[in-house]
């Protein structure tokens, strides 16, 4: 693959993201950076470093759709704009996905014993909502999909850290565009979000990025272009790494469920210094530890007044 690396700033707490420009049958920019300043004179640099204009670019395709990656789509108004199908909600915030998604945060938070008071302040504190693009998608991409203009590029749906992340791995070369499912040097959070089809059950968001690691693992990506930091050429072992680090994590949390405790209980005791300031990214962290407990029947779920217990078995 003709891989060019373009590094663009972002104001959030994990620093710089990547954008990659491959040019195939078509000229294909992967992830666009959030939507500041900033970060547009990054990706203008960056492409014209490549020898391309902004114009030139003939389709956006994005890993999936948080802000740090899918914010500036609206600089490319000619372009395709192409990603799994769920990104569109977040692109479009059509009036009923809005109601939805706060319905759906504000039952799970009560679900997780969260005060009334730190819920509020969730579902109303979205500022970082004025950074996503605004364009819709013009085509969307499914599990098994190659990408227009990129022969034997083909689509793998990895959700978990987002309902919509997709990596993209090259038959043959086995190199691979991996968004934020593996990251060099950070584990990558396995964050709560509205289920696919708008309805239904919470995803078990750390299992899913769990099975989306071995499905990752078993693809044997030579090399792999991430969203944040370097590339990885280790991938197998990397990932092994990554799990059986969660499992101690989860072994861990076991240990504090002597006594039935709920998910704001256990996030208490594990961020004690920042959940306050991060509830929704330490919450949705302890909740993927309770959900591997139950999964594996380490740990049970009592239900009092709606309100869920987790204990140890
Ligand atoms: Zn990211």
Excluded at 73 to 91: I, K, Q, S, T
Excluded at 115 to 141: A, S, Y
Excluded at 180 to 208: F, H, I, M, T, Y
Aim: hydrophobic share 35%; net charge negative.
């Amino acid at each position: 693959m003709q891989v060019h690396k373009i590094i663009i700033p972002t104001p959030y707490p994990v620093g710089d993201v990547n954008a990659f420009l491959v040019k195939g049958d078509a000229l294909t920019l992967f992830d666009a950076g959030p939507k500041t300043e900033e970060a547009y004179e990054a990706l203008k640099w960056g492409i014209r470093s490549a020898g391309y204009e902004m114009k030139d670019i003939e389709q956006v395709v994005l890993t999936h759709h948080h802000p740090d990656h899918a914010g500036w789509v609206d600089a490319f108004p000619h372009a395709e704009v192409l990603g799994h199908r769920y990104v569109d909600y977040w692109m479009r915030q059509a009036e009923d996905f809005i109601s939805y998604r706060n319905a759906f945060y504000i039952h799970e938070l009560e679900r997780e014993g969260v005060p009334k008071q730190i819920i509020q302040d969730i579902v109303e504190v979205r500022g970082e909502m004025e950074l996503f693009g605004t364009r819709p998608l013009t085509g969307f991409l499914a599990e098994g999909d190659e990408v227009p203009g990129h022969h034997k590029l083909k689509v793998y749906e990895t959700p978990g850290h987002a309902q919509s992340h997709l990596i993209f791995v090259e038959e043959g070369s086995n190199e691979g565009i991996g968004g934020d499912l593996l990251l060099e040097g950070v584990s990558s959070n396995p964050l709560v979000e509205p289920p696919n089809e708008l309805a239904g059950d919470r995803p078990k968001s750390l299992l899913q990025y769990n099975a989306s690691l071995k499905k990752l693992r078993d693809l044997q990506v030579s090399k792999l272009y991430t969203g944040h930091g370097g590339e990885v050429y280790n991938s197998a072992e990397l990932i092994n790494d990554r799990l059986e680090k969660q499992k101690q994590r989860a072994f861990k949390v076991r240990e504090m469920l002597e006594e039935p405790k709920t998910v704001f209980d256990v996030t208490k005791m594990l961020f004690e210094k920042i959940y306050k300031k991060q509830p929704g990214l330490t919450l949705s962290e302890t909740l993927g530890q309770l959900d591997y407990l139950v999964d594996n029947q380490l740990a049970q779920i009592i239900v009092r007044e709606d309100i869920e217990f987790y204990q140890k078995v």
